[in-house]
């Protein structure tokens, strides 16, 4: 049967700590569906369209086995549409453990098909994160190694 897993996140914007553990889940499940939230609780500098097509930007290269959709309303619907019950996420640093045990225990309770697959982020990219990201380039900063080039450039537009 075929594993396909599913990578949701707000991507607001995507950064290359993502795209690696896109890249590498990509070569360990038959298919991965990038699920880009549409409803969020964050305020996000960029509509859903902009974050989606940023997304697809970034994963152009790797191939047919990786997919980019928008999505509305509770994960695990989502995860139900696609008949997709592996959710990955990533894990940078111990402060993120508690608040993703919490959403993987949730989502299990609210679908027990569903399975949380933990990867952990690359060394260089432990300590990224889109409010930085977006922080650092609104300041003047460079992030042109932190983020994929169609990115840093749609931040630098946006200063
Ligand atoms: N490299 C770099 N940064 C990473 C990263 C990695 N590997 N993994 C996470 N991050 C960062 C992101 O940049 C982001 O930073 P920010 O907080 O500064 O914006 C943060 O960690 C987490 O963002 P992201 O990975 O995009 O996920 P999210 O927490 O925004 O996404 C959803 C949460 C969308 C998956 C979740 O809210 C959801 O499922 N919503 C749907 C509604 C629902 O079902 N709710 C019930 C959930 S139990």
Request: glycine residues 6%.
């Amino acid at each position: 049967m075929k594993k396909v897993a599913i990578y949701p996140g707000t991507f607001d914007p995507i950064t290359n700590g993502h795209v690696d553990l896109i890249q590498r889940a990509g070569n360990i499940f038959d298919e991965v569906v990038v699920l880009v939230a549409a409803d969020t609780k964050k305020k996000p500098m960029f509509t859903t369209e902009e974050r989606s097509a940023m997304v697809s930007e970034a994963v152009d290269d790797y191939g047919d086995n990786v997919k980019v959709r928008v999505f509305h309303g509770l994960l695990v619907e989502e995860a139900r549409r696609h008949s997709a019950y592996i959710i990955i996420r990533g894990l940078r640093a111990v402060s993120d453990f508690e608040y993703e045990s919490q959403m993987a225990l949730m989502n299990k309770r609210l679908d027990p098909r569903v399975e949380t697959f933990f990867m952990i982020s690359r060394e260089e990219y432990s300590y990224i994160s889109s409010s930085f990201v977006k922080e650092i380039s609104s300041l003047g900063g460079d992030v042109s190694t932190m983020v994929p080039a169609g990115v840093a450039l749609k931040l630098k537009k946006s200063v």
